[in-house]
């Protein structure tokens, strides 16, 4: 089946410091990515659509320079929290969409656990 | 290691009917169990959160039960409707964030 990787798994990074997590789709195409991120007792919410070659569109209350989002390639999607800060601390999470016409059946990422101190 | 399915996973029903979806998790060591929306080629949109010590949750025409013990939750809508149309995913939040693989839902009008 479709798997979808995100690295790293955990980070714990001091107040101010940028961190970048990545969201690979290995073993088909994505034109289309999605993150969310949940906080602790919350739903699952969305945060961005990130499509391959454009710019992301992200979802309101959702700031763009502080959630860089880079979806250099069909099966590589980046996420940067940029000056991070203690409530920026979330779990996210990727997703990733096949190429259209194959499926709308979006194929879930592990997670990512960022802490900021 | 937690394993999520649901039941049925797919579904077509004539507008107006009540309807029940079902979701069965392995592992009862959760802190919540989510609902969520898909439609085709959009993110995720949340439906209801059960915390693990609640047993349901409602929001207007949808109800969300929620059975640790039997490793249970079951997506209630009431009076479904054309745009209830879409695919319905649950996932049980504990070490790991786990999806079922959805329950694909038409309302036909």
């Known amino acids: 089946g479709a798997v979808v990787s995100q690295h790293p798994s955990r980070v714990i990074c001091k107040s101010g410091t940028s961190v970048k997590i990545e969201c690979r789709s290995l073993?088909?195409?994505?034109?289309?990515m999605f993150w969310y991120r949940q906080f602790p007792k919350q739903s699952l919410m969305l945060m961005a659509t990130?499509?391959?070659?454009?710019?992301?569109?992200?979802e309101q209350g959702v700031e763009k320079d502080k959630f860089l989002i880079n979806h250099a390639s069909l099966t590589l999607s980046t996420l940067t929290v940029t000056s991070a800060h203690p409530e920026d601390s979330s779990f996210y999470i990727c997703?990733?969409?096949?190429?259209?016409?194959?499926?709308?059946?979006?194929?879930f990422g592990p997670g990512t656990r960022l802490t900021v101190l | 290691k937690q394993e999520v399915t649901q039941i049925p996973a797919a579904l077509s029903v004539p507008e107006g009917e009540n309807l029940v979806l079902n979701c069965s998790f392995t592992?009862?060591?959760?802190?919540?169990l989510q609902w969520f929306r898909q439609d085709p080629g959009k993110g995720l949109t949340s439906l209801l959160l059960?915390?693990?010590?609640?047993r349901e949750q409602t929001s207007g025409r949808l109800n969300a039960s929620l059975d640790k013990s039997s490793g249970r939750s079951t997506l209630y809508i009431a009076a479904s409707q054309p745009g209830d149309s879409a695919t319905y995913l649950c996932?049980?939040?504990?070490?790991?964030?786990?999806f079922g693989p959805g329950t694909r839902l038409s309302v036909l009008p």
């Open positions: 997703s990733a969409n096949p190429l259209a016409g194959m499926t709308d059946t979006q194929y």
């Open positions: 073993d088909f195409q994505a034109t289309t």
């Open positions: 990130s499509n391959e070659g454009s710019k992301a569109t992200y």
């Open positions: 592992d009862s060591a959760i802190y919540n």
């Open positions: 059960i915390q693990s010590s609640q």
């Open positions: 996932a049980a939040a504990g070490q790991n964030f786990v």
